[in-house]
Every structure is written in C-alpha cells, then in structure tokens.
C-alpha cells in the first residue's frame, strides 16, 4: 500500500523499529547518519536499502529537514554501499520513491540500490 509523502513522521513505521533495533536486519553498512541493509524482498541480485537514521518521511523531507553533514553522508553512503558491492563498473540502479504516485510503501526516506544484472528500462511501457 502507497504512503504520502509528507506530513508527519510515524515512529512506529518498520524502518524506525529496525533503525531502534526491535526488527532485525542483514545490515551492509552503518556509519553516523544511514544504515544500509537487504532488501527482505529483492528485485535483483544486489538490493540494498539505505536509510537515514534520523526521522524523515521523504526526501522532499529529509532536503528541507536534515543538516547538511546529514545529506553529505547519506549521499556519500550511498556511494559506499555501490562500491562495496562492485557495482561501478556494470552498473546500478538508485531508486527513491516520494508519495504514493510512486509507491512508496514505508514512510521513512530510503534509497533502493539494485544491481548485479542488467536491470531493463526505467518504466515499463
């Protein structure tokens, strides 16, 4: 089911109860400000989640909210968890899903890394 965008942020959400470690995860990476894990579902063989640890419902969110160390590290940690799993070189996909046009299932801001085959077009026709 499709969740908005904006609006306040819900700290029971499944992210937020992984984030305080009450749902486990295959966590990849942590630092300060994300924590990256696989997705429970994949769509490819590499797919990764990585998600701010501060309380953001999108990135429409998390842009206007967060510090700038905050958008500096998440960003830097996205590129991490692609070269941990080798995948400059072939390729990757980042999605980030806003609102519920896009399908955005869980209301804490996230960033899917797929890869590890080719993954076809954007948007089926």
Known sequence: MAVSGIGKYDPENIFAKILRGEIPCKKVFENDYVLAFHDIAPKAPVHVLVIPKGPY????????????????????????????????????????????????EVPHFHVHILGGRPLGPMLAE
């Open 57 to 104: 419902v999108s990135f429409a969110d998390f842009t206007q909210r967060a510090s700038d160390k905050e958008i500096v590290g998440f960003n830097k940690a996205v590129g991490d968890v692609a070269r941990m799993f080798r995948l400059d070189e072939p390729g990757y996909r980042m999605i980030g899903n806003v609102g519920q046009d896009s399908g955005q």
